[in-house]
């Protein structure tokens, strides 16, 4: 899997959009990118994940640039509890089960009131 | 559904003893993977398995680990002995697609 690089911290003011940048200039063309988010002593959870086309859910946006090296992670509406450690990720198995996960360090975005 | 289900929650044990951790995936999940966070090592993947079946334990550390999943809704993973190096929040994800669903972690301290 390709690796991925994030900064290691941001901040974001309650309220305003959280734009998380994610640099995978290595991706293949079958690799799909993925963001979890894990909340202070919670498991990871599921944000969203893409191939080539943006997309969109209830919880965030992802835009992936069209060479595909870079992408964003965009949460609208920052709340207080969206301060999390987010993680991206660059995996194979895109829409198969079975997915495996590999974990870097991820970005600490705290949101301020 | 009640999510995937971790036990025990916390453990302290001694160097030397025997550690089991427990997990029951959510119904109807194939897939079940056995992760393990630590402060150096970060969230790291020790082993998955489909329908049962162990399909890559190439994190598995060493031999004191080994894992099992004698049925669909429950798998263990099981330390012996165990060492203090061992001290880590251990979790258990399942899926049926691309997205994985985690518990609510095991955090073991080895003394």
């Known amino acids: 899997d390709a690796k991925t690089t994030q900064p290691p911290s941001m901040d974001c003011a309650e309220g305003r959009a959280a734009n998380l940048p994610c640099n995978h200039s290595t991706i293949s063309g079958n690799e799909y990118v993925y963001w979890y988010r894990q909340i202070h002593s919670q498991g990871p959870q599921y944000i969203i994940h893409g191939l080539k086309n943006n997309e969109t859910n209830e919880m965030a946006s992802l835009i992936i640039t069209e060479d595909r090296k870079s992408s964003t992670l965009i949460l609208p509406h920052a709340t207080l509890r969206d301060t999390a450690v987010y993680y991206c990720?660059?995996?194979?198995?895109?829409?198969?089960?079975?997915?495996?996960?590999?974990f870097g360090e991820g970005t600490q975005l705290t949101v301020n009131p | 559904d009640a999510g995937v289900i971790q036990s025990p929650r916390h453990e302290v044990t001694e160097m030397g003893q025997e550690v089991t951790l427990r997990c029951k995936p959510i119904?109807?999940?194939?897939?079940l993977f056995w992760y393990r966070q630590t402060m150096m090592r970060g969230l790291e993947l020790l082993i998955y398995?489909?329908?049962?079946?162990?399909?890559?334990d190439s994190g598995m550390p060493e031999d004191r680990f080994s894992a099992k999943m004698p049925n669909a809704s429950f798998s263990t993973l099981k330390i012996q002995p165990s060492e203090p190096r061992d001290s880590a929040v251990y979790f258990c994800?399942?899926?049926?697609?691309?997205?994985?669903?985690f518990g609510p972690g095991t955090r073991l301290t080895v003394t």
């Open positions: 398995f489909n329908n049962n079946v162990p399909i890559d």
């Open positions: 119904s109807g999940h194939d897939y």
């Open positions: 994800a399942s899926s049926t697609d691309y997205e994985q669903y």
């Open positions: 990720i660059v995996s194979d198995r895109g829409e198969t089960s079975g997915s495996r996960l590999t």
